[in-house]
């Protein structure tokens, strides 16, 4: 049996899964319409390349990626273009953004397959560029490409792949159903995953002991492969990436760590169905299981559901009592978030639809002073001090948050759900963990001017070395033709007949002007290690760009995030840019040595 680990602290909320595994995973007819939201990962939304009135087929392209972290988007069924528009999407403050929306025509004709099934012949960059362009991301957490995810580098090689099927939030049994009857294609998947990453030493499936049919399941597929299944007390919330890597390696990884910088990936079992079914099957990502649940339902069940279909066509075949529903909730009760509208479309995080009678979630209580009992450092899996971020964040005191390792909080919840004075204190975290983004791109913004400003004073500093080694050039020409016509005119001397020596005040007058050209001039050795610095400081600008954009998580706003991206293409020319200088200028100087040399 597999070694385990006990993460700190964590939580045992009422699990609330059984309802919805009592059958197995349904299909919904096919909605009237379709609503693609065309930012469902981090990173630069996807640009549409259909038009309106464009006939469309399942699984075609219908929006490019756009920039290195992005994802294209594809038509979920058959039907027609019918608008191109900002519509309310899947977010907590009911927002709006860009969208497709698909008139179905009902058909749900599909365009050709192109499978690859020999692919443990193929090449990592050739099953890369298969799940890139299936427009798959991360379908258990924020949404990272998983092509990029799964691209450490070869600085960065893996021996650990770990594949998460813990699902510890209460109500969602999404993979729990998946694996009970897609385990086969689940870890045709790994074998997948496998080969891209190099066949990692160790392969692990983390699962909580509360699925023990899931458990089973996998068990015969998994005989004499070299991966493991490990299951592991329940406890919320063994799910979080960094947690799960600690129960089954005992491996904490420092703050703003990536599991790739010690070896490890960790895929989710929706994004590793997706992948099989894209290489083998050759099929995009185009639907997800979605757990329906909630007693204001009177049918709890998992359902394949197709990317961009309204929550209100799922309810409506749930029996939905809007009357019995305290509020309607994309997610878990414990990091998902309250919908304003029941039209917004499901996307490829969409793992739960949440519909809880008053009994199960009342209406929040209004919060109360902090009395300092502790329970919420007690409960974070993370060992952070949730209070002292709560006092930082009321202060917008951004140095200590930081300090503190604000972002290193997971926003799983816990210390909201054990405190007694019903302090939203994940909200505090949020909007802090907001405001520290924001500034971080104001400065990346000032940077970015910075960076202009000293390139076009080095510009124009190189330009009036130019006209003025031009002037000098043309006075000492001047001077020269001068002195040349001065000697042919030159008085006789009538004691003995030679010519008067010609002034030496010209000659003094050029090389003066030649010395105080000279010594503004910058040698080439100074001018090198000027471009060099220059190089040194974009390259720094593009790692922090890089990591901020790595750092991104769900609670940052489109705008914000297109401004992260933007930053880092930004960062990445200014390299580029300052790379070309240099290259000009070594060219240069050895082109002057060799007509020197001459």
Request: charged share 20%; net charge negative; aromatic share 4%.
């Amino acid at each position: 049996m597999t070694k385990t680990w006990v993460t700190p602290g964590g939580v045992h909320p009422p699990e609330n899964k059984h309802q919805s595994v009592t059958m197995p995973i349904g299909h919904l007819p096919i909605p009237e319409k379709l609503l693609v939201q065309l930012s469902q990962h981090i990173g630069a939304p996807a640009k549409p390349c259909v038009t309106i009135g464009q006939i469309v087929l399942k699984g075609q392209k219908i929006a490019e990626a756009v920039g290195a972290v992005s994802v294209p988007m594809h038509a979920p069924t058959s039907g027609t273009i019918s608008a191109i528009e900002d519509r309310p999407i899947a977010h907590s403050s009911g927002m709006s953004g860009p969208c497709i929306e698909i008139t179905t025509d009902g058909q749900d004709l599909w365009i050709d397959h192109d499978p690859l099934t020999d692919y443990e012949n193929a090449s990592p960059e050739a099953l890369l560029q298969i799940i890139s362009e299936a427009g798959i991301a991360g379908m258990g957490g924020a949404g990272f490409p998983s092509a990029i995810k799964l691209n450490p580098g070869s600085r960065r090689p893996i021996n650990t792949l770990i594949i998460n099927a813990t699902e510890c939030e209460p109500y969602i049994t999404a993979d729990d159903s998946a694996i009970r009857e897609r385990s086969a294609e689940i870890v045709e998947g790994i074998h997948i995953l496998s080969r891209i990453l190099g066949n990692p030493s160790k392969i692990l499936i983390g699962i909580e002991d509360n699925k023990p049919e899931a458990i089973e399941a996998l068990k015969p597929h998994v005989a004499d492969t070299g991966i493991s299944v490990v299951s592991f007390p329940t406890k919320y919330p063994s799910g979080g990436e960094k947690q799960l890597i600690y129960i089954l390696t005992g491996q904490e990884l420092p703050s703003a760590t990536l599991p790739a910088d010690a070896g490890m990936v960790c895929v989710n079992i929706g994004t590793t169905y997706a992948v099989k079914r894209a290489v083998v099957n050759g099929e995009p990502l185009i639907s997800r299981v979605t757990t329906v649940t909630g007693d204001a339902c009177g049918m709890n069940r998992n359902y394949e559901t197709l990317i961009g279909t309204p929550v209100r066509h799922l309810l409506e075949h749930n029996e939905f009592n809007s009357d019995a529903c305290s509020r309607l909730i994309m997610g878990g009760p414990m990091m998902g978030f309250s919908l304003s509208s029941a039209n917004v479309p499901i996307v490829k995080t969409t793992n739960c639809i949440l519909a809880p009678s008053y009994s199960e979630i009342p209406d929040d209580e209004p919060a109360q002073p902090c009395i300092r009992c502790g329970l919420c450092a007690e409960a974070c899996p993370a060992s952070l001090l949730p209070q002292q971020l709560y006092w930082y964040a009321q202060a917008n005191d951004h140095d200590r948050l930081e300090a503190h390792n604000l972002f290193d909080c997971i926003e799983c919840g816990a210390c909201s759900y054990v405190c007694p004075s019903n302090i939203p204190l994940v909200q505090h975290y949020r909007h802090s963990k907001g405001d520290i983004v924001k500034v971080r791109q104001e400065k990346v913004v000032s940077d970015h001017a910075r960076s202009r400003f000293e390139f076009r004073k080095q510009r124009m500093e190189l330009a009036e070395q130019e006209k003025e080694a031009k002037r000098i050039a043309r006075r000492e020409a001047s001077e020269k033709a001068k002195a040349s016509a001065g000697k042919k005119t030159a008085p006789v001397d009538a004691s003995n007949g030679s010519a008067a020596p010609a002034s030496s005040s010209a000659a003094d007058i050029i090389a003066a002007a030649q010395a105080r050209a000279v010594s503004k001039q910058v040698s080439p050795e100074q001018q090198q290690a000027k471009f060099e610095r220059s190089i040194a400081g974009a390259e720094m600008r593009v790692q922090m760009a890089a990591e901020k954009l790595a750092e991104a998580d769900a609670s940052l706003t489109q705008e914000q995030k297109n401004t992260l991206d933007a930053a880092l293409e930004g960062a990445q020319q200014k390299l580029d840019q300052a790379q070309r200088r240099l290259e000009e200028h070594l060219e240069q100087h050895k082109e002057l040595n060799e007509e020197q040399v001459k």
